[in-house]
């Protein structure tokens, strides 16, 4: 774990609040995992003690957005030294188990685990808001930038139709919108690849988009 002491806090409009995560957000945090993200696979959820357990792994990296004393947003990041030329991975392998084992606390990227918004909150550019912080935090420890796989989620509405590549092209093309890789680009993420068997989720056809946001780009 590393040294540095890192804090960000953000008062938001109507009074939500963006703030590191504290050991008391963790069973709301596993509560609202089932909620952003119905149809994922039991194995790939994050449970209430993996949240406690990347406290200790990386404090400074995770954060939660709350409205009075509800957490209403989340992400999980970790460092990583990853390998762009060789980019093909799972989510499962990434998080291991729930567990962070494989952050790297040299690593020179911030790579986002998730990033989630209670359905009732959606519109109001909160998961722009965790990404700020994200960037924040990898700004202070001078790293290059975030990385982070979004799930293609419109894809699965379509899945009969065409094909993830094809799906995939569109969206590149400006031909298509995906409610979550289009969001995060117009964040300022960039498209690298298409990850095929990413993550167990049928809402995205099992695919994810590999993204990346450099650390001299504003979110």
């Known amino acids: 774990m590393t040294t540095e002491i890192i804090t960000y806090r953000k008062v938001l409009p109507g009074g939500l609040l963006v703030q590191h995560m504290q050991p008391y957000h963790a069973q709301q945090l596993e509560a609202l995992q089932r909620i952003v993200f ?9 449970k209430a003690p993996h949240y406690l357990r990347h406290l200790d792994v990386f404090p400074e990296g ?3 957005i709350t409205d009075s004393d509800k957490v209403v947003g989340m992400t999980t990041t970790m460092r990583s030294n990853f390998d762009f030329t060789d980019y093909y ?4 392998e990434t998080i291991a188990g729930g567990w962070l084992t494989r952050h790297e606390p040299g690593g020179d990227w911030l790579y986002g685990l998730d990033v989630g918004v ?4 959606r ?10 912080a994200r960037h924040y935090v990898a700004r202070q420890l001078g790293l290059k930038g975030q990385v982070t796989v979004g799930m293609m989620n419109g894809y699965g509405a379509v899945s009969n139709e065409m094909s993830g590549e094809q799906y995939y092209q569109e969206l590149l093309a400006g031909k298509r919108k995906d409610p979550t890789v289009s969001a995060q680009m117009k964040v300022g993420f960039e498209p690298i690849a298409l990850i095929p068997d990413y993550l167990n989720d049928p809402t995205c056809g099992n695919y994810g988009v590999l993204i990346k946001l450099d650390i001299d780009k504003e979110p």
């Not at 991975?89 to 499962?92: A, E, G, P, Y």
């Not at 209670?118 to 909150?121: A, L, T, V």
């Not at 519109?123 to 700020?132: D, H, N, T, V, W």
């Open 89 to 92: 991975h799972t989510f499962k």
């Open 62 to 64: 995770q954060f939660v």
């Open 123 to 132: 519109g109001m550019g909160l998961a722009r808001e965790l990404y700020r």
């Open 38 to 46: 119905p149809d994922l696979a039991e194995d790939e959820l994050i």
């Open 118 to 121: 209670h359905p009732k909150y």
